[in-house]
């Protein structure tokens, strides 16, 4: 069956680390999306990609980066790492861009 | 830019209790989504909203998308435990090429069995 994964389910590191968080997903989706969740925010759009090396700033995209170098994968890259930074990552992806999104388990991150 | 609203935050009902959840949107909307999140699980999605007045029904679950496409609503006909998560809209812009979802806050169910 296609799924979407995400590692590592759990991580801390400490502040000012660079740290890269995985995402692969097998439904052949061209539409990937991260989001941080975090309390009393909701979730909110870091990065996105419509496609292989197409990448796009979300409303949360400071202190982060992705790359899109094949369909399957959009890493999710800190590139130093704060305490602001410590939350619930959440990547999704979709088949076009006005169907509903599916969803990976998250990566629990905690900056120390 | 655009915002999405969505109320209660929170509500506890008991078992059996109907609820409902509301979302607004600062502006006109293509379309909605509804999403469910169970306590440390990830966003589900439900169901789409993509005309003016729409009504769909899945089992104990009603959506409705306004006759203005600028807000929705999810109501659960006798609410069960299986029911307690949190239910989020996500509504899209019309018109243009931006094709993001704007999540709302959320509104967290817990139900006394």
């Known amino acids: 069956d296609a799924e979407i994964t995400q590692s590592p389910r759990h991580k801390i590191t400490e502040t000012g680390r660079q740290v890269t968080l995985a995402c692969h997903q097998t439904w052949n989706h061209n539409n990937m999306f991260w989001y941080r969740q975090d309390l009393g925010h909701g979730l909110r759009l870091i990065h996105y990609s419509y496609g292989v090396q197409d990448t796009n700033k979300g409303e949360v995209s400071d202190g982060y980066s992705v790359s899109r170098s094949n369909t399957e994968d959009l890493p999710l890259t800190l590139e130093s790492a704060a305490s602001s930074q410590t939350s619930v990552y959440f990547c999704a992806s979709s088949a076009d861009r006005f169907g509903g999104y599916t969803f990976g388990s998250g990566t629990r991150l905690t900056v120390v | 830019g655009q915002q999405v609203m969505q109320i209660p935050q929170y509500q506890h009902v008991q078992e059996g209790e109907d609820f409902t959840t509301y979302c607004n949107s600062s502006t006109t909307l293509s379309n909605i989504q509804w999403y469910k999140q169970r306590p440390g699980g990830h966003p589900v999605f439900l169901i789409q909203l993509v005309k003016s007045g729409e009504v769909k029904k899945q089992k104990r679950l009603t959506f409705q998308f306004g006759e203005a496409k600028k807000n929705s609503s999810l109501h659960i006909t006798a609410t069960q435990t299986t029911d307690v998560g949190t239910y989020f809209c996500?509504?899209?812009?019309?018109?243009?090429?931006?094709?993001?979802?704007?999540f709302g806050k959320g509104t967290l169910l817990t139900v006394n069995p």
């Open positions: 996500a509504g899209r812009n019309s018109g243009g090429s931006n094709y993001k979802l704007t």
